[in-house]
Nanobody, 122 residues
């Protein structure tokens, strides 16, 4: 069993910054892509940023130039540095990861964190 735990959310003013963290724990052999999604009230969950095991990154157009995703493989942790925050960034942010647990079977399962609230308001 694997679990992802997010932290770092909170209330910030427009233009402010936050850094989200997501630590994976449990039965982990390897982790493929790690990503951050967000869901605002009344909206569909959307991909914010993703980073592959090779370190390649991708971002939603709405956050390019403001957010940076990174990972620390030694800690099984992914981060999302959010700068120049806007009210429209307000959402619950979810960590996502494809994780292989078995040393024998090459099977990756999709895991989600519980979510952390980010509120950008003055």
């Amino acid at each position: 069993q694997v679990q992802l735990v997010e932290s770092g959310g909170g209330l910030v003013e427009p233009g402010g910054s936050l850094r989200l963290s997501c630590a994976a724990s449990g039965s982990i052999f390897s982790i493929n892509t790690m990503a951050w999604y967000r869901q605002a009230p009344g909206k569909e969950r959307e991909l914010v940023a993703a980073v592959t095991s090779a370190g390649n990154t991708m971002y939603a157009d709405s956050v390019k130039g403001r957010f940076t995703i990174s990972r620390d493989n030694a800690k099984n942790t992914v981060y999302l540095q959010m700068n120049s925050l806007k009210p429209e960034d307000t959402a619950v942010y979810y960590c996502n990861a494809g994780i292989r647990s078995s040393r024998v079977f090459i099977t990756f399962h999709d895991y989600w964190g519980q979510g952390t609230q980010v509120t950008v308001s003055s």
